[in-house]
Nanobody
Framework: QVQLVESGGGLVQPGGSLRLSCAAS????????MGWHRQAPGKQRELVAI???????NYVDSVKGRFTISRDNAQNTVYLQMNSLRPEDTAVYYC??????????????WGQGTQVTVSS
């Protein structure tokens, strides 16, 4: 059974920083892309950032220059460093991973979500 366990959310003032972490655990062959999505109240879930196993990254335009995604392949962990946070970044953030259970079985997995609230 594969689990993604997130940590690091919370309440922060505008302009502040938070770091999210997400670790994949269980029995699997390989973790491929990892990333973060978010969903604000009344809005659709959106992709925030994604990182390949080789380290290539992509970001939604609204977070470019403020957020940095990184990963530790040995620990099967992905991080999201969020700086210069704005009230519009308030959302539940979900970790995502594309995981090979074997050489031919490949599935998407999601974390339980962690709340990020940016408010004074």
């Amino acid at each position: 059974q594969v689990q993604l366990v997130e940590s690091g959310g919370g309440l922060v003032q505008p302009g502040g920083s938070l770091r999210l972490s997400c670790a994949a655990s269980g029995n699997f062959f390989r973790v491929n892309d990892m990333g973060w999505h978010r969903q604000a109240p009344g809005k659709q879930r959106e992709l925030v950032a994604i990182i390949s196993r080789g380290g290539s990254t992509n970001y939604v335009d609204s977070v470019k220059g403020r957020f940095t995604i990184s990963r530790d392949n040995a620990q099967n962990t992905v991080y999201l460093q969020m700086n210069s946070l704005r009230p519009e970044d308030t959302a539940v953030y979900y970790c995502y991973a594309d995981i090979n259970l074997s050489s031919v079985r490949r599935y998407d997995y999601w974390g339980q979500g962690t709340q990020v609230t940016v408010s004074s």
